[in-house]
């Protein structure tokens, strides 16, 4: 398993490095400029990562490519078509290969989305109540059904992954056997 993260207290840089879960291994896998590698995330079958500025590469740091102008705080769809992203003015999905933004109604002030692991719901921090910066807020991806869910401050949600379906036994193989024959 490896991580990919930004910054190092060390160099006090804020490159992109990938290091496996372990501790050892780490990378420099590209010096940023302008926040395009800010807040890496990886794509759900662990070969592509996007990063602030919408900018998308493999997983060596290499293959780059912009899925759109601007925004922060990607996430991928579970099936990994789909990218939601922060655009400073509200939260906007586009496709993985870039093509049409398309804004989320009523997020405004709205930032680091995440997709529920079903792919049905969108969480996000959002504007704060009485007393409070900021809450946490679920959403249909059309924007639709928005529900505060926290009511004393909130911020930077994340989804439990959903359980995996247990493991189903092999299938049973037989061959008939003569009445009276040794199985061996």
């Given at each position: ?25 780490k990378q420099t896998l590209l010096t940023l400029s302008s926040g395009e590698g800010d807040a890496p995330a990886w794509s759900p079958d662990g070969q592509r990562v996007v ?88 959403l249909k991806p059309d924007g639709s059904e928005i529900s505060r869910l926290t009511f004393f401050g909130g911020r930077d949600p994340s989804w439990q992954p959903l359980n ?21």
């Open positions: 398993m490896k991580l990919m993260y930004i910054g190092d207290p060390t160099t006090n840089t804020q490159d992109l490095f990938r290091i496996n879960a372990d501790g050892s291994g990063g602030g500025g919408l900018w998308e590469f493999d997983s060596d740091g290499e293959d780059w490519f912009q899925i759109t102008q601007g925004g922060t705080d990607p996430d991928w769809s579970p099936d990994g078509l789909k990218i939601v992203f922060d655009t400073g003015n509200g939260l906007a999905i586009t496709g993985r290969d870039g093509g049409a933004v398309t804004p989320i109604p009523g997020t405004a002030g709205y930032t680091d989305p995440v997709w529920s692991p079903d792919g049905t719901q969108i969480a996000a921090t959002g504007p704060g109540g009485l007393g409070t910066d900021s809450e946490i807020y679920t995996p379906p247990p493991p189903q036994p092999p299938p049973l193989t037989g061959y008939p056997r003569p009445r009276g024959a040794s199985p061996l």
